[in-house]
């Protein structure tokens, strides 16, 4: 019940695409959903996060769309940039919790 | 600058010669964390600590102790390490009205352990 599975693993897109990574949750109590973005030799970073009380969020290019009822929520980057190129991670935690639970992230390569 | 740092960034020891990674946050933060990461299994939560003193278990805390004796340093202690403790160390903090994951954690530069 504790699980976030992430999908796909790898993810290859060209410039200007909409690369989309997907999570799914188990646990039900879980209420805040945060995505995390690492560069290579660098530490995940915070990108974007969500509730359940929206079903979307955006912020510049990057927006988090929230199924509550399939426990599912997804990241679409518009325009993607070679820049975008990185590893990114789901999460999910109670929003008063202690403890973080982390997909196994997805590995999303721009082409130029 | 507001940072996490960790000390070493890279260390190659031998099986059974006890290390400790050391993590600090300059950012006054209630709460830290840490974690490892392997390829295909993602960030995996190792131990937390919600304030000076209190510190629990994650999700792989075999083979690892932790201590919070001051609110800025959370250390990671291997005692014995083992070839399966190769990996890629993060220590995060974040703050809230009372800590917790659910603000931002900000990430050190990672410390990459291998255990020969």
């Known amino acids: 019940q504790q699980q976030v599975k992430q999908s796909p693993q790898s993810l290859i897109v060209q410039k200007g695409g909409i690369p989309i990574i997907n999570c799914a949750y188990e646990n039900t109590a879980f209420d805040y959903f945060p995505w995390y973005q690492q560069f290579p030799g660098k530490g995940p970073a915070l990108l974007i996060a969500?509730?359940?009380?929206?079903s979307e969020k955006k912020e510049g290019r990057f927006t988090i769309s929230f199924n509550k009822s399939a426990k599912q929520f997804s990241l679409h980057i518009m325009d993607s940039q070679p820049g975008d190129s990185a590893t990114y991670f789901c999460a999910a935690s109670l929003w008063d919790g202690d403890k973080i639970i982390f997909g196994k992230g997805t590995r999303l390569h721009i082409l130029p | 600058e507001a940072q996490v740092t960790q000390n070493p960034r890279y260390l190659i020891t031998v099986t059974g010669k006890k290390l400790t990674v050391t993590c600090s946050q300059n950012?006054?933060?209630?709460?830290m964390s840490w974690y490892r990461q392997d390829p295909g299994l993602g960030l995996r939560q190792i131990y937390y600590s919600m304030n000076v003193e209190v510190t629990d278990k994650g999700d792989v805390p075999e083979g690892y102790k932790v201590s919070r004796k001051e609110k800025r340093n959370f250390p990671l202690i291997l005692e014995s390490p083992s070839p399966n403790q190769t990996s890629l160390y993060f220590c995060?903090?974040?703050?809230?009205?009372?800590?917790?994951?659910?603000?931002?954690?900000?990430f050190g530069p990672g410390t990459r352990l291998t255990v020969l």
């Open positions: 969500i509730r359940p009380d929206v």
């Open positions: 950012m006054n933060h209630e709460y």
């Open positions: 995060a903090s974040s703050s809230g009205m009372s800590g917790g994951p659910y603000n931002e954690q900000f």
